[in-house]
């Protein structure tokens, strides 16, 4: 039996703190393991992602099957319509909103190579920071392209933008990987509020936007702002919602005391604390709510009930789900029934996704949305089925495109309209000329198994629908790499 | 306008540009130009104010941050100029809204550089009339008859079997009836120009020394495109990380290096071009005039501006300072704007190109222009 390469660490640091007297002593004696990759064993079964049969859809336009893959889905991979085909849309999104019952093996086994989003909190400050990223980075790549549980990493993916972190700032380059895991990752598809606490508190955050050095020792010391105004303008009730510049600096008083431990004796760095010496423990009124003196720590819980009750909170989600599943500009109607749903089930995800995909303005969005660097490039490599460990070329285009994961700046994240992304056509092209021709690196795609399967009908899956006499001629003349270079292929 | 050597035709040869460096984060003016004249400022701030022995002496009120010293030679030439106290009426605090409205010029669709290029297009507009150095377009160039976001031009090529790709491309984008259609005809017309473009080896004049940075390499290849005569009108390139709520001298020391760096380089670079060319740089908002517990400051008002090049009558703050006591700031401890970023913009724009009207510009807004040019 092999033992894992963190089942290795642990034991040298298991060794080191026998032999010495303070845990924190260990990751000093660990640099040179931290560079000592081991290589995967050299045969590694890896389960077919994309099983057949394969069918493409016959129809001049998206039909209701391609456009469910298009928005529940980063786009239909090989044998996707065919499946969902039989087993009718509602049943598919049924199916998507239980990710844990999903067999998700293709996924997990291609993931494993990126050992350290598995790493626990405590020992994540003993890797390079550098090597956390690259993986974290992969391992969304790879779950966006091989996961069966398509809608969650969909999810996923909204959240993290709704909760942007730039990993690079201070000690989210370390705390960034337990974020994702442990904050979003662990309540995409479950309940609001619980993802918005886990937030909260999350030290990764606490560091982003300084709420780590939120205090108020003495009357004296003034608060930092930095967390309790995208609280409530990014994070529940959005700009213009009614709060005001007090409500902010009363926000900010209610969140002072936590802290993420710096490394010291017997600390366990990045480990989030409550400071009651750090507290401003007075009595705040928020939103017009008294949230009343001495509830200490408890105030957080305080804040994030007022906001929940607050009808902005369930608009502005609302809002931002259905410019990210309809369109930049979704209407009224779908827009009120999701945030209906958000208050009536008090945030519960799948209810607010299952009131979205059942309005009619869902399926009459067909195309609606212009795909961001992210999605056209997945999309593109579940289309053609491709195989690969999303090395650094694929992320490299991401950068190029300017949407690589977890480096935005500033806590608003990645825009999610067109307007934005329309300058990146260029690495479009430049990334399906590569993947087309074979010289985008570490990336194969099976053309020939692609060509024995559908046939003539290759272009139509790669379009999601028939293509047009133009689409035809372009693909005759330049194959697929014209295709998903096309202004169709931009769309979903 | 002497005829250059340039060898691309036509639409450049009577160009005037207008490049925009936004400071995202809210720079702090009172650490790039801080009042050293002004006692309240060494009160409100006893640890990160810059020390009036350190600063370099602009006139009896403000010192330049010493980090920027390379400026100092440009506004000795009275080539830039100052303005202090500016901002927007944006008073959310906001960086995405402050900066969505400094950038819209407006509660109006598209942003103020698009408005500006299509209120002033001759209908010549070439693939690199706007270009935003980067990886995606500002909101300040939505809009804009034409524009592309490219990081450097080196590496625009899809390789030497690119023809018959991008004959198919140009036949399907043609086509194509939404906004997606003509980006895709802008990103092939500019990817033509750039081809001319990467195949010359540049130099750049008057022992300009750029640094090896993502702002400096910008500006070098913003000069190279007007040196060319592409008939660039606007560029735009951001400067990320002002955001300095904590330690504020270890968040913008660096960033002012960076920034006084690649102005002095582009500036000496240009030469005689900086007479048509304005170089801005702007940022969302500037800071609270009190420090915070943790050495840095929090969102505030007023911030600075600067104008370099174009005819401005530089060597000069313009400001309309009443001073940092507690009784001049507003809301929580705040600079006050007592200048609108508009009213700095608006005369440059009309320096630029006359027969645009200001109004067109910044719907909705009453200008009064700041004697930027003296």
């Not at chain 1, 190579?113 to 994540?124: H, Q, Y």
């Not at chain 1, 272009?459 to 096309?486: F, V, W």
Request: with cysteine.
């Amino acid at each position: 039996m092999n033992l894992s390469r963190r089942d290795f660490l642990w034991m040298a640091g298991a060794a080191t703190v026998v032999s010495t007297t303070g845990c924190d002593l260990a990751p000093k004696m660990i640099p040179e393991l931290k560079l000592a990759k081991l290589a995967p064993p050299s045969f590694w079964p890896v389960a077919d992602p994309f099983p057949g049969p394969y069918v493409a859809p016959a129809g001049t336009e998206k039909d209701a099957v391609s456009h469910a893959l298009s928005r529940m889905a980063y786009g239909p991979a090989p044998g996707d319509y065919a499946r969902v085909s039989a087993l009718g849309v509602e049943a598919y999104l049924e199916e998507q909103l239980s990710p844990d019952a999903i067999d998700d093996k293709p996924c997990d086994q291609r993931i494993r190579l990126c050992e350290t989003i598995f790493v626990p909190g405590r020992e994540l400050y003993e890797y390079q920071e550098t090597l956390l990223l690259e993986e974290l980075t992969r391992a969304t790549l790879l779950r966006a392209v091989y996961s069966k549980r398509q809608l969650y990493e969909v999810m996923v993916g909204f959240w993290t933008d709704h909760f942007n972190i730039d990993s690079s700032k201070g000690d989210c380059q370390w705390l960034k990987t337990m974020d994702d895991r442990e904050v979003i990752r662990k309540h995409a598809l479950g309940k609001f509020p619980e993802l918005l606490r886990a937030v909260v508190l999350s030290p990764a955050m606490l560091w982003y936007l300084d709420g780590r050095v939120n205090r108020r020792a003495t009357e004296d010391e003034q608060p930092n702002e930095n967390y309790a105004r995208e609280l409530l303008e990014l994070h529940s009730l959005g700009v213009h919602a009614g709060y005001s510049q007090q409500d902010v600096m009363e926000v900010a008083r209610c969140l002072t005391g936590w802290t993420v431990q710096e490394p010291g004796w017997l600390k366990r760095r990045g480990r989030v604390k409550f400071n009651p010496d750090l507290h401003d423990d007075g009595a705040k009124e928020v939103l017009g709510v008294t949230v009343p003196s001495g509830l200490g720590e408890g105030d957080v819980e305080r804040v994030i009930e007022i906001v929940m009750k607050n009808p902005e909170t369930g608009h502005f989600i609302a809002t931002k789900l259905c410019r990210r599943f309809v369109s930049d500009t979704p209407g009224i109607e779908i827009v009120d029934t999701v945030a209906s749903a958000f208050r009536k089930s008090e945030g519960d995800i799948p209810t607010m996704l299952r009131a979205l995909f059942a309005h009619p303005e869902f399926l009459q969005s067909r195309d609606a949305k212009f795909k961001r660097p992210f999605r056209f490039a997945v999309s593109a490599l579940r289309a053609t089925g491709a195989s690969g460990k999303m090395k650094s070329p694929v992320s490299e285009y991401l950068v190029r495109m300017g949407h690589a994961p977890f480096q935005y700046p500033t806590p608003e994240g990645y825009a999610d309209e067109a307007a934005p992304w329309l300058g990146t056509l260029f690495w479009r092209w430049h990334m399906a000329d590569a993947l087309a021709n074979g010289t985008l690196d570490g990336v194969e795609v099976d053309w020939d198994r692609l060509r024995e399967n559908f046939g003539d009908a290759l272009a139509s899956h790669l379009l999601a629908r028939a293509p047009s006499d133009l689409e035809r001629n372009a693909y005759n003349e330049s194959g697929p790499a014209a295709l998903i270079a096309s202004p169709a292929f931009q769309r979903y | 306008m002497a005829q250059g050597t340039g060898f691309v035709d036509g639409i450049g040869d009577n160009q005037n540009t207008v490049v925009v460096i936004f400071l995202r984060g809210g720079a702090d003016g009172l650490t790039l130009v801080p009042p050293v004249g002004d006692d309240a400022y060494y009160r409100a701030r006893p640890y990160i104010s810059i020390k009036k022995k350190d600063a370099i002496a602009l006139d009896g009120t403000f010192g330049l941050n010493p980090e920027m010293a390379a400026l100092k030679p440009l506004y000795d030439d009275h080539a830039l100029a100052i303005v202090h106290g500016v901002g927007s009426e944006d008073s959310s605090r906001s960086h995405f809204e402050a900066q969505d409205l400094m950038e819209q010029g407006g509660a109006t669709a598209g942003g103020w550089i698009g408005r500006y290029l299509r209120a002033s297009s001759l209908g010549n507009d070439g693939p690199l009339t706007a270009v935003a150095i980067g990886k995606s377009l500002p909101v300040s160039l939505r809009g804009a008859p034409s524009s592309v976001a490219m990081e450097s031009f080196e590496t625009l090529s899809l390789g030497a079997e690119e023809a018959p790709f991008l004959s198919a491309l140009q036949k399907m984008y043609a086509h194509e009836k939404s906004g997606i259609g003509k980006a895709g005809l802008d990103s092939l017309a500019a990817m033509d120009r750039i081809k001319t473009m990467r195949e010359t080896d540049y130099q750049p004049g008057g022992g300009a020394e750029y640094g090896d940075d993502s702002l400096s390499r910008g500006l070098r290849q913003v000069a190279q495109l007007i040196k060319a005569k592409v008939g660039l009108k606007a560029a735009t390139i951001d400067l990320d990380g002002w955001d300095s709520h904590i330690v504020t001298g270890a968040v913008m020391n660096p960033l002012m290096q960076r920034l006084s760096t690649a102005m002095s380089a582009f500036y000496l670079d240009l030469d005689r071009y900086m007479e048509t060319t304005t170089l801005l740089v702007m940022t969302e908002f500037g800071r609270r005039v009190y420090e915070n517990a943790s050495f840095g400051t929090d969102h505030g008002r007023g911030s600075i501006m600067m104008a370099l090049g174009g005819g401005v009558a530089g060597g000069r703050v313009l400001s309309d300072w009443a001073g940092l006591e507690e009784d001049n700031l507003e809301g929580p401890g705040d600079l006050p704007v007592t200048i609108n970023y508009r009213d700095v913009l608006a005369p440059i724009l009309q320096n630029h190109a006359s027969h645009v009207d200001p109004g067109a510009v910044f719907p909705g807004y009453e200008i009064s222009p700041v004697a930027i040019f003296g």
